[in-house]
């Protein structure tokens, strides 16, 4: 992960985690019910904000809440993506940015309801400014997060039986992998978010799933009080001396590492899980992001620890 890169995430993941729900309301009684498509009734409030039709022309801001919109149905009222949204690839990706947004250049876009991942440059007061409705979806802390975040979303866009659906389908799949792995000694692994030793705790989303697998984290004690939000850095000797039994790879695509840059480090190669083969390279993409491919991450933290003999 490149030295930009790192600050920026961290920076988005925070500020989503410190916000709550928000919207545009009204004291508006607003017309009578209607019915949408798929049987959805309007006016649907979530939170703050009141929908009175469904959104044909959404912004998103956020690749995650990208591929949640898409997994729901909702991906043809989908007018304008920010640059990161790359899944699916029929996402209409546009120069608008998650980072740094600009209001003006979303307003342009003509938007009757915008969707952010986070806050950045004040953008959430900018559009209450412009009376533009909005439904902010912040990086999720669990994954009742994730699943609430698209049954609002299935709510907000008119498809609540498809995000009902999905949401299920998620569960019955990650309870089928979990419930699935075998009773064994527990395995201590390294989860790897640039070259730097930048890393996430169990106390953050992703690490929550290493957790569900029954796997200890080797960073844990680097934040215990939780001063670093989840995600401190390592010293290089650390992560030799604690020797994990795996270490999961999450900079595959924006730092090209891989099983063999990691075992060219300089007194790496004693390592168990260099020793034996145990570097899991993960999509980059999957692993920043808590919507509906969590389900993937998992499968590849379990498919890994399957793979370790018992």
């Not at 039709?53 to 009222?77: C, H, N, S, W, Y």
């Not at 439904?135 to 008119?158: E, H, K, N, V, W």
Request: hydrophobic share 40%.
């Amino acid at each position: 992960m490149s030295r930009r890169r790192m600050p920026r995430l961290l920076a988005a993941l925070l500020a989503g985690a410190m916000l709550a729900l928000a919207g545009c309301a009204t004291d508006d009684p607003g017309p009578e019910p209607t019915s949408g498509a798929g049987g959805a009734t309007y006016p649907v409030t979530v939170g703050t904000l009141t929908l009175d039709k469904r959104p044909e022309k959404i912004v998103v801001l956020g690749p995650t809440a990208t591929e949640m919109l898409f997994a729901i149905g909702a991906g043809d009222q989908v007018t304008a993506a920010d640059d990161n949204s790359n899944h699916p690839a029929d996402a209409p990706r546009t120069e608008l940015s998650a980072f740094t947004p600009n209001a003006e250049a979303v307003a342009a876009k003509n938007p009757d309801l915008v969707v952010l991942t986070n806050d950045l440059n004040k953008i959430v007061d900018q559009l209450g400014q412009l009376r533009i409705p909005y439904y902010l979806a912040p990086a999720a802390g669990t994954l009742d997060d994730t699943y609430r975040q698209i049954t609002d979303l299935g709510a907000l866009t008119g498809h609540p039986a498809e995000a009902a659906d999905l949401v299920t389908r998620m569960k019955g799949d990650i309870a089928t992998l979990v419930g699935d792995l075998p009773q064994r000694e527990k395995l201590s692994y390294f989860y790897e978010l640039g070259p730097e030793y930048y890393t996430a705790t169990s106390r953050t989303f992703v690490g929550s799933l290493f957790t569900m697998v029954g796997l200890e984290n080797i960073a844990d004690p680097a934040d215990a009080d939780g001063s670093k939000g989840g995600y401190p850095q390592l010293a290089e000797e650390a992560i030799i001396a604690a020797d994990p039994d795996l270490v999961f790879l999450a900079d595959t695509k924006c730092c090209q590492q891989s099983a063999e840059t990691v075992a060219a480090r300089k007194g790496w190669s004693g390592m168990t899980a260099v020793r034996d083969n145990r570097i899991v390279p993960l999509d980059d993409d999957i692993a920043s992001r808590w919507g509906p491919r969590v389900v993937d991450l998992l499968r590849a933290i379990v498919d890994a620890v399957a793979k370790v003999p018992a």
